[in-house]
C-alpha cells in the first residue's frame, strides 16, 4: 500500500460496504493492519450483516443500522480481547460484509434423463428444467462451513454444490411422488413444493435458506412424445362419420386446385375414394364391435380345418396337400393306394390305401369316362 493509502487507513473511522456486484455472497473490508479506532461508524445496509473476527474467531455479528463501535456494543470482542474499562484505539479486527439477499434465477436441470416407473406407461425416462432462489440464513455458519477466510466469496464458489443437491432431491421426490407423467404439468406447484421440502434441510447445513424451487419443464423422450401425439390426434377424431366428412371436404378442395390436364383430379378423386373407403372401413368396424349389445342372431362357427398331407414322390417330399388337391392327384393318377402319405399327428409314414381319411378320398373319385363311341366306318 502507498503513503497515502497507509494515512487513509490511519484515519478510517467509517466501515460499510457498496456492492457493485450482483453475485458476491461475503465481502472483507479491506484497510491497513485492520486498524479500526475508538468510535469508528459502522453502516451496515438492508440486506446485508456485519461479522467481525479476531484473530480468527468469529465475534460481534451486527444487523442493519448505524453502529458507534464502543466496548458496550462490541461485547463478544471486548471480552475476546479483555477489555474492562474500554479498547485502546486503535485495534484490530476483520470484518466481513455477508450479503442476505435473495440470490436468483439459479439455473438447475437433468444432465441425464431420469428413470422412473410410470403408473400408465410403466418404466419411462424423463428430464426436467428449472430455478430456484436462495439467500444467507445463518451468517456464522456460512462464513465458519463454507467461507473461511475468503475474502470476496461469490455465487460460484456455491451454485454448483447447491444445483447437485436440487438435482438429487429431486430424483427422489419425483420418484416419491407416485405422480402420473401426463399429470405433472397441471402440478407443477404440488410438485415444486414436495421437492423444496425434502432440499430445505440440507441448504440449512450450508447456513442458507431455499426460499423457491421452481419447476418450468418436464418432458419426456422424442419418441414418446411423438407416441402420445398419435395416441392424442386419434382422440381428437373422435366422431368417425364427421371425419370421414372432413376428409371428402379435403379431397374435393384438391380436385379444385388440380391442373387442366385431369391429372391432379384424377389423384384427388382417388383420394377422396381412399378417404371414403378407410372412414367406412373404420366406421363398420365400430359398428361390428357394437354389434354385440344388440340382439342378433348367433353367427355360425367356422368352418373345420381341412387335413393336409405330405406325398413321397420319386424319394423327394412334397405338399403338403389339401384332400381336394389329393382328388384331382387321384383322377390324373399322380396318386394311388400305394402313395407314401404323412400328416401332423401319424407316426410314420404310411400308404394311402391304409389311412381311413384318405380311403373314402378314392371311394369318392369317379372312375375313369368310358372311351368315345366309334366313329361312323370305323
Not at 465458519?144 to 430424483?171: A, H, K, P, W
Not at 388440380?258 to 378423386?269: R, V
Not at 410314420?348 to 369318392?364: C, N, P
Request: glycine share 12%; charged share 20%; hydrophobic share 35%.
Amino acid at each position: 500500500m502507498g503513503l497515502l493509502g497507509k494515512i487513509k487507513g490511519e484515519f478510517v473511522d467509517i466501515i460499510e460496504w457498496l456492492d457493485p456486484t450482483n453475485n458476491t455472497l461475503v465481502h472483507r473490508f479491506e484497510r491497513y493492519k485492520n486498524q479500526i479506532k475508538n468510535g469508528a461508524k459502522l453502516t451496515v445496509r438492508e440486506s446485508q450483516v456485519a461479522v467481525f473476527i479476531n484473530e480468527g474467531q468469529l465475534a460481534d455479528v451486527f444487523e442493519p443500522g448505524m453502529y458507534s463501535l464502543t466496548t458496550e456494543n462490541l461485547p463478544i470482542l471486548s471480552t475476546l480481547k479483555g477489555w474492562k474499562y474500554g479498547f485502546n484505539s486503535p485495534f484490530l479486527a476483520e470484518v466481513y460484509f455477508i450479503n442476505t439477499k435473495n440470490f436468483t434465477d439459479q439455473k438447475w436441470g437433468t444432465p441425464n434423463p431420469i428413470m422412473l416407473r410410470d403408473p400408465e406407461f410403466g418404466p419411462i425416462r424423463i428430464r426436467a428444467f428449472g430455478n430456484y432462489q436462495f439467500r444467507v440464513k445463518d451468517p456464522v455458519k456460512f462464513i465458519r462451513d463454507v467461507v473461511g477466510t475468503d475474502g470476496n466469496f461469490t455465487t460460484e464458489g456455491i451454485t454448483e454444490q447447491l444445483r447437485n443437491i436440487v438435482l438429487s432431491r429431486f430424483t427422489d421426490a419425483i420418484a416419491e411422488s407416485k405422480i402420473p407423467v401426463l399429470d405433472m404439468a397441471s402440478n407443477y406447484d404440488e410438485v415444486s413444493k414436495f421437492c423444496h421440502d425434502k432440499m430445505v434441510p440440507e441448504f440449512e447445513e450450508y447456513g442458507l435458506s431455499l426460499t423457491k424451487l421452481l419447476i418450468s419443464n418436464i418432458s419426456l423422450p422424442q419418441n414418446v412424445e411423438e407416441a402420445l401425439d398419435k395416441r392424442s390426434s386419434m382422440g381428437i377424431i373422435g366422431d368417425m362419420g364427421k371425419f370421414q366428412q372432413y376428409q371428402t371436404g379435403q379431397a374435393i378442395g384438391d380436385m379444385g386446385k388440380a391442373g387442366g390436364d385431369g391429372s391432379g383430379m384424377a389423384a384427388g378423386g382417388m383420394g377422396m375414394g381412399m378417404g371414403m373407403a378407410m372412414g367406412s372401413a373404420m366406421m363398420g368396424s365400430m359398428g361390428q364391435a357394437q354389434q354385440p349389445q344388440q340382439h342378433s342372431p348367433q353367427a355360425p362357427p367356422p368352418m373345420p380345418a381341412q387335413s393336409m398331407y405330405y406325398v413321397a414322390a420319386g424319394g423327394q417330399q412334397t405338399g403338403p396337400f389339401d384332400l381336394n388337391t389329393i382328388k384331382g392327384m387321384i383322377a390324373q393318377k399322380t396318386f394311388t393306394k400305394e402313395s407314401m402319405v404323412w400328416k401332423e399327428g401319424m407316426s410314420g409314414w404310411m400308404q394311402a390305401g391304409q389311412v381311413g381319411e384318405l380311403i373314402s378320398v378314392f371311394g369318392a373319385v369317379p372312375p375313369p369316362p368310358p372311351p368315345p363311341p366309334p366313329m361312323p366306318g370305323q
